[in-house]
């Protein structure tokens, strides 16, 4: 398997109950319908028999038992169910039927309150309006009833349980819209009935099997009932989104890195689009348009109040960049708005999507309840957007939302809502509020406990911003999160939380208010700020580890574990039948452990390593005999398959090879992609041509997650010139929102002194592969120290030998591994006639040793100012073409800047700590007593920060 599918394994996401959570409310006008159709409308109940009426009490009584309000339950259903049947198909849907009804009370109340405050009237509207939302969950989950009967209810319950949670919210966000005072207290009265026949048709759904095998039915009908009600939907796809997530907008996003969807219309401030505001290219948007409407919003601040109504589905946004495409807005409770009404931006049809753009509410900390985003879509997804307010800043009101390389700032409940919300690999800025306030940044609304809604943060990064990390200004208390409702429940895991949180973890909403009720788990999480020996001790405050979160005890995240580990079952497998093969593996193919340790002293340290390695090589290894030599082949052959196979395998595999983005598009876009892993690249030039920029450019961008153009691994540098600058790495990745800490760490360095040096890090090298996922190695310049080792034409042929050897590692490497390899070459004049009237003209030094070793050639040379121009020389599969950059601050771009900022911020993939350790612990070379190699600590990590220090930053 390749090392792009071992990495899409490793991010099956923690969905957990986020991504398929569900909900049902079904309505009974047609249903009741339903009812009279099947069993008649004339009919008296007198004439039922005695047995018939107790069949249907047992029946009712079964399937109000394990709700939490049966008394309500019965009640209802004794007055929905046809006295004379045992049928699971009318108890069921009869038990969503009832829900209407009482859901229809409880909103109409709203209309009954009279009052002169202008709060109230908003909340009365508020209120209509959340009757329209939950009308259309209960037709959606109606229509699924009726499309495919009861039979498949439990295969269903996705998507019904989903829409069924919604309605719990809808009811809640209206009482919350009262002030307090007699109105609220008579609102929640009237919503009471709705609340408990929801939370019991909730019950009831996720129950359905264990209900069926409670009543005394013929085993054939509970079979029915219960064929697919195991056959759940895994949490995420193998790419790491949302199992709901549809094939086209998984193939959408992976295009575009290099290539962006093809807009149905174009959104442009400057008036060079089809409109210049979104609301005027939603609102022109065809009614019933099928298939996904795409929006393009070119870079500009839009300042407007965009809303994405229920009736426009499958709406696609994408901008030029979350710094560069921004929806801004100011309103705010402090000024008379409802907080409800404030949201720069409302996305509430189903499946929208936004991508690399920005959703701003610019009130500040004084206005109070400000809303930048407020997501009420079912099955959405925002990619590489930012999120910028203050108090209340992401609204996740309701259903199914999936936030991916999300930047997210705020103050006090800067996330909340009651969603079932999934954050991963965000980027969470605490600001500093009020001087009298405190952050806290979740505040999940569960308000009973049957929804199926939380938030799931996992790999995202707990940050400081620079204002509230100032030291000389009043500290401030921070805080991971407090229960806005009863049942709030939110896991955070495999994530980085920094020093500012207060050790306490949790703060209280009021009093005791849900402290035994919420739910709040935390699981493998790292930075000072994870320690939990000082969290709060409430009873509903968990730290779990891998054992209880794979067996359940993580709730929310154990699904999600659950998956983990077989994902990772599956890695070992896959590596079993697809390597690379630590050399350890030999031994169970009767080699010796002592010449195991033989062949991995001598730099083999994979049984491919053995397999590419020539047998009088192999020889050459003290105390390995000719016998020895013949068994170590045979059993190496076995492990690593060194014959033929069809061209559409091998095509096949291609198809899976990962590219690691340059930066700049139009350079992607004539590598097809990026610098392609597997084999080496060659980039030659004059000095200033660009080649060691670029090559840092590829140590941040290398770490990227897959989606992204990276390759989800660390980088290794091989810097023969001594012009490596760590600093230059700390730009690039703040351009990508990257952690400019986290960015260095995963960078090893190493300074080559000569030839015979440079060869020997490979060695190393490859003994730090197999221990960690590396996705780059480079060598700047690979053919630096061959122009001073070897001098004239006597040692001519040593040189191109010593070259030869140097260059088949790198192939072996980037066969073994899987790495990008890139090498920098120099350049020499050619001073012949033609440079009479041409100029001396310059070409790669080293030969055709080095033409045919390398896969891609790529020559360099610059442009006007800051403009660097690329030629791909040769290669098997690219045509020869240009592409034109610029090299800035932020490494290598697109020279219209504005294009070309759609590469996110982003936080990089979580790391373990016994893979690898830092470009900001590696040591300057010219440190007393430098060891002549990569710098190890005692867990095997590498070091470079040190290098910081040692290198002011540059002007570039």
Not at 351 to 368: I, L, Q, V, W
Request: charged share 25%.
């Amino acid at each position: 398997m390749s090392e792009g599918r071992k990495a899409d394994r490793r991010k099956l996401v923690l969905l957990g109950t986020s991504a398929c959570f569900l909900l049902l409310l079904v309505v009974g006008a047609v249903v009741g319908s339903a009812y009279q159709d099947d069993h008649g409308g004339d009919g008296d109940g007198s004439n039922l028999s005695t047995h018939a009426m107790r069949a249907s009490s047992k029946s009712v009584t079964a399937l109000c038992s394990s709700t939490d309000y049966p008394q309500t339950c019965e009640t209802s259903l004794s007055k929905a169910v046809p006295s004379d049947t045992e049928d699971p198909k009318v108890l069921l849907k009869a038990a969503v039927s009832v829900v209407l009804d009482g859901v229809s009370r409880g909103f109409e109340h709203s209309r009954l309150l009279q009052s002169n405050d202008s709060r109230v009237r908003g909340a009365v509207q508020d209120c209509q309006e959340m009757y329209e939302d939950a009308k259309g969950d209960i037709n959606a989950t109606l229509r699924s009833i009726i499309d495919h009967g009861v039979d498949k209810l439990p295969a269903r319950s996705h998507d019904m349980r989903t829409w069924l949670s919604a309605v719990v919210t809808y009811q809640q966000t209206c009482i919350d819209g009262f002030p307090e005072g007699e109105l609220k207290e008579k609102m929640k009265d009237a919503m009471k009935s709705a609340r408990e026949l929801t939370s019991n048709a909730l019950a009831i759904i996720g129950q359905a099997s264990s209900f069926l095998s409670l009543i005394n039915l013929p085993s054939r009908r509970r079979r029915l009932l219960l064929a697919d009600h195991h056959n759940r939907r895994p949490l995420a796809t193998n790419n790491g989104y949302p199992s709901w997530f549809s094939e086209d907008g998984r193939r959408m996003l992976k295009e575009r890195i290099n290539l962006k969807p093809t807009p149905n219309v174009t959104v442009a401030k400057d008036g060079s689009g089809d409109f210049t505001n979104i609301s005027e290219a939603l609102a022109k948007m065809p009614a019933k348009y099928q298939g996904r409407y795409v929006i393009y919003i070119k870079a500009g601040v839009y300042e407007e109040q965009v809303i994405v109504t229920k009736k426009m589905v499958d709406v696609t946004m994408y901008g030029d960049g979350s710094k560069k495409t921004i929806v801004t807005g100011s309103k705010n409770f402090i000024d008379g708005t409802r907080t409800f009404l404030t949201p720069t931006f409302l996305a509430a049809g189903d499946r929208f999507m936004a991508m690399d753009m920005s959703f701003r509410n610019t009130a500040g900390p004084e206005k109070h309840q400000a809303v930048a985003l407020r997501v009420a879509s079912d099955m959405s997804v925002f990619l590489n957007c930012r999120m910028e307010g203050y108090q209340d800043t992401l609204y996740a009101h309701a259903h199914r939302q999936f936030y991916r390389g999300c930047v997210i700032s705020g103050t006090i409940d800067f996330i909340f809502g009651d969603a079932a919300a999934v954050f991963q690999n965000c980027l969470l800025v605490v600001r500093r509020p009020l001087p009298n306030q405190q952050n806290i940044v979740t505040a999940q609304g569960r308000a009973d406990r049957r929804e199926t809604t939380g938030f799931v943060l996992q790999r995202c990064r707990f940050r400081a911003d620079n204002d509230l990390a100032d030291a000389s200004q009043p500290a401030i208390r921070s805080y991971l999160g407090r229960p806005w409702k009863e049942f709030s429940r939110t896991v955070i895991m495999e994530s980085q939380i920094d020093d500012f949180v207060n050790k306490d973890g949790y703060m209280p909403w009021e009093g005791n208010f849900g402290l035994s009720t919420l739910y709040y788990a935390e699981y493998n999480n790292k930075g000072p700020g994870a320690a939990t020996a000082d969290r709060v001790k409430w009873p509903g405050v968990h730290f779990i580890n891998r054992e209880e979160a794979v067996s359940g005890g993580g709730g929310m995240a154990a699904a999600a574990q659950k998956q983990q580990r077989v994902a990772e079952e599956q890695e070992k497998e896959d590596e079993m039948q697809h390597g690379p093969f630590p050399i350890e593996h030999l031994q169970a193919s009767g080699i010796a452990a002592v010449d195991v340790k033989k062949l991995k002293d001598a730099g083999l340290c994979t049984v491919e390593s053995v397999a590419y390695t020539p047998r009088k090589d192999l020889l050459q290894i003290k105390g390995i005999s000719d016998a020895k030599v013949d068994k170590i082949i045979e059993a190496a052959s076995k492990l690593v398959p060194l014959g033929f196979t069809s061209a559409s395998q091998l095509h096949a595999q291609r198809l899976e090879i990962i590219q690691i983005t340059s930066g700049s598009r139009e350079l992607d876009k004539i590598l097809e992609g990026g610098i392609e892993t597997g084999s080496i690249t060659e980039l030659y030039g004059e000095f200033r041509s660009g080649k060691t920029q670029l090559c840092h450019t590829l140590c941040v961008t290398c770490q990227l997650p897959l989606d992204q153009g990276g390759g989800e691994g660390k980088a290794l540098y091989i810097d023969a010139e001594g012009t490596f600058r760590p600093q230059r790495l700390l730009q690039i990745a703040d351009r990508f929102g990257l952690n400019g800490a986290d960015v260095l760490e995963n960078v090893a360095y190493a300074r080559a002194y000569n030839t015979d040096h440079q060869s020997r890090l490979l060695l190393e090298a490859a003994s730090m592969m197999v221990e960690a996922r590396f996705a780059l190695m480079i060598v700047d310049s690979a053919t630096a120290l061959y122009r001073t080792d070897f001098s004239g034409r006597g040692e001519l042929s040593a040189r191109q030998m010593h070259l030869a050897k140097f260059l088949r590692s790198l192939q072996k490497l980037a066969d073994e591994f899987g790495v990008a390899v890139v090498i920098t070459n120099q350049v020499v004049a050619q001073v012949d006639g033609s440079a009479i009237f041409a100029g001396p003209q310059i070409k790669p030094i080293g030969g055709n040793i080095m033409a045919h070793a390398t896969t891609t050639r790529l020559a360099l040379r610059k442009g006007r100012a800051e403009e660097r121009i690329c030629k791909v020389i040769s290669s098997p599969c690219l045509a020869e073409a240009e592409a034109r950059f610029q090299i800035s601050a932020e490494g290598f771009q697109t020279l219209i800047s504005a294009t070309d900022s759609s590469f996110v911020a982003m936080h990089p993939p979580s790391f373990a700590a016994s893979s690898f350790v830092a470009a900001s612990s590696f040591v300057a070379t010219h440190l007393p007593k430098r060891k002549l190699g990569f710098f190890r600590t005692k867990n095997s990590s590498l070091a470079a920060s040190s290098f910081v220090a040692m290198h002011p930053k540059q002007d570039w």
